[in-house]
């Protein structure tokens, strides 16, 4: 067994029980490592008589486990003894070689396990995980992964916008008491195993919790709700995921009390290898009211499917700007930004780069109107917007512009020391985006102003205040070419002024001399 790779226990029951859930109240093991710690593992029912206990080990040498059922007396899953060796791992992907997402306390960015900083680029593939083909999961997969990309965004059960999968099967059944169906969840093994088996990390949601009876965020009672937490913990915690507890909920006012309570109730009560986030509604922020909530290790947001004023004011004035400095330090991502359809990638740059910039670099995500529900030709989204079958499918939206610029951005940051990077917009010594908002100019900066990088949505001017240009080496980055450009400065008694050299939005980059 290889460090850092899923290790899977299989277990025949003597027993046959009718409802497993609720049946037997806890099933796993007790793994202890070669250094002697202890982790506790919840295992799961994966059909019939077959139960399975699934765990990645983090160090190399000798694994010793023992099972533990709620049910005593059943003698072939209770009490089980063995061991197992760890060896160096030999992949070539990060996630396995540095080992699993970590946040380290006092930092706004995800590391793997050696300290290394992972920058979060994910695509939205809601609906990938329950109507795509081997084929067609293989062929996304591939192409995310060349493109830069390091985590894909899926579902995990039914929901509004898939009410089943493509063998028209569903995740559970029932409300107050639930049942889950093994067999809906043995076909989402392979693809998140796939995703994982790409150098990529899955981020599947839970229970997605916008309104509606088919959405198990919303119409699960809390007690149901965390069995079917529980369930899907159990099945994937030992892949390389980060959980989305929630998916387009609302977390805050009447509906806090339950999402915290399910929370602490699934991860802290469970041990857990991976990253734990909520996935809101748009415009929805949770992160001051979830602030001190410990099983919480990275705040997600979404700022809607247009660039109206309304949105890029609330992208880059709103609360996620305001208040992420009051925070406990944690990753400030935003999951959901404007998604492409076909003719739109100046305004999906523009949406992920405002994003970006507002807090201490962490990550953006991308998302396409017709990859996340899995579209092909002819197709049209199940419960969401036009109903006009349509003409572009989701392989035709690998090749548009704006996804493969989010690769560029990917990219771009990964050359540099992206996780020294703060907000720093008081340099600024003129915002044009105050009175027209698709002008808004942002600045990330070292706190030593070695680096400064000022985002220009559309063709414009830069003035900074104290700077001086002759301290600085300049040159602009072309977001829509992927190139980079000479960078004509103006030096002035208080500052800078810098002309954008495209007709789109660009970053100047100054580093110090």
């Known amino acids: 067994m290889e460090k850092w790779h899923k290790k899977?226990?299989?277990?025949?029951?003597?027993?046959?029980y009718d409802n497993p859930l609720y049946d037997i109240d806890f099933f796993g093991a007790e793994f202890i490592s070669p250094s002697g710690r202890k982790f506790i593992v919840r295992g799961f029912w994966d059909g019939e008589n077959t139960w399975k206990i699934r765990f990645m080990p983090n160090q190399v040498g000798k694994w010793k486990y023992r099972t533990i059922c709620s049910d005593d007396t059943n003698d072939k899953l209770n009490g089980i003894k063995g061991n197992f060796k760890c060896v160096r791992n030999r992949s070539k992907f990060d996630i396995y070689r540095r080992g699993a997402l970590q946040h380290t306390k006092g930092t706004y960015h995800l590391a793997y396990s050696d300290d290394k900083p992972f920058l979060y680029i994910g695509c939205t593939a809601w609906n990938g995980g329950l109507f795509s083909t081997v084929n067609e999961w293989n062929k996304y997969l591939s192409n995310r992964s060349a493109n830069g990309y390091s985590v894909i965004q899926l579902i995990t059960t039914q929901w509004r916008g898939g009410?089943?999968?493509?063998?028209?099967?569903t995740a559970f059944s029932g409300v107050d008491m639930i049942k889950v169906n093994p067999s809906f969840f043995k076909c989402l093994d392979d693809r998140i195993d796939?995703?994982?088996?790409?150098?990529?990390?899955?981020?599947p949601v839970m229970l997605w919790a916008y309104g509606g009876d088919l959405n198990p965020g919303f119409v699960l009672p809390e007690e149901s709700a965390i069995k079917l937490a529980e369930y899907i913990l159990a099945r994937y915690d030992g892949?390389?995921?980060?959980?989305?507890?929630?998916?387009?909920?609302?977390?805050?006012?009447?509906?806090e009390n339950k999402w915290k309570n399910i929370g602490r109730k699934v991860f802290n009560n469970n041990h857990h290898t991976n990253i734990v986030t909520l996935h809101p509604q748009g415009f929805s922020w949770y992160g001051s009211d979830f602030d001190?909530?410990?099983?919480?290790?990275?705040?997600?947001?979404?700022?809607?499917?247009?660039n109206s004023d309304n949105a890029i004011r609330w992208k880059t004035q709103g609360p996620v700007v305001t208040e992420w400095k009051k925070l406990i330090p944690r990753p400030i991502i935003d999951t959901e930004p404007v998604y492409e359809n076909g003719y739109n990638a100046k305004e999906v740059r523009n949406s992920a780069y405002w994003s970006i910039f507002s807090t201490p670099v962490a990550g953006i995500s991308y998302g396409s109107h017709t990859i996340w529900p899995w579209l092909r030709k002819g197709d049209t989204p199940i419960n969401h917007g036009k109903r006009e079958?349509?003409?572009?499918?989701?392989?035709?939206a690998l090749l548009h512009p704006g996804g493969i610029q989010i690769g560029y951005l990917a990219g771009f940051f990964r050359n540099i020391d992206w996780w020294e990077l703060f907000p720093a917009n008081e340099l600024l010594k003129e915002q044009p985006g105050?009175?027209?908002?698709?002008?808004?100019?942002?600045?990330?900066?070292?706190?030593?102003?070695?680096?400064?990088?000022?985002?220009?949505?559309?063709?414009?001017?830069?003035?900074?205040?104290?700077?001086?240009?002759?301290?600085?080496?300049?040159?602009?980055?072309?977001?829509?070419?992927?190139?980079y450009l000479k960078a004509d400065i103006i030096q002035d008694d208080n500052g800078l002024e810098a002309q954008t050299p495209v007709d789109s939005d660009a970053i100047l980059i100054l580093r110090k001399n």
């Open 292 to 306: 001190e909530e410990s099983w919480l290790d990275m705040i997600c947001y979404q700022t809607g499917h247009t």
């Open 163 to 169: 009410p089943y999968n493509a063998e028209k099967e």
């Open 389 to 396: 079958p349509s003409k572009i499918t989701w392989q035709d």
């Open 434 to 483: 105050l009175s027209e908002s698709p002008r808004w100019q942002s600045i990330l900066a070292t706190d030593d102003r070695n680096m400064i990088l000022v985002y220009v949505p559309v063709r414009d001017v830069i003035k900074l205040n104290g700077i001086n240009a002759q301290h600085y080496t300049a040159r602009w980055f072309d977001t829509a070419s992927n190139t």
């Open 194 to 203: 796939r995703i994982n088996d790409y150098g990529l990390v899955a981020a």
């Open 8 to 16: 899977e226990l299989v277990f025949e029951s003597r027993k046959l």
């Open 239 to 255: 892949n390389h995921v980060i959980w989305n507890l929630g998916g387009d909920g609302k977390y805050t006012g009447e509906n």
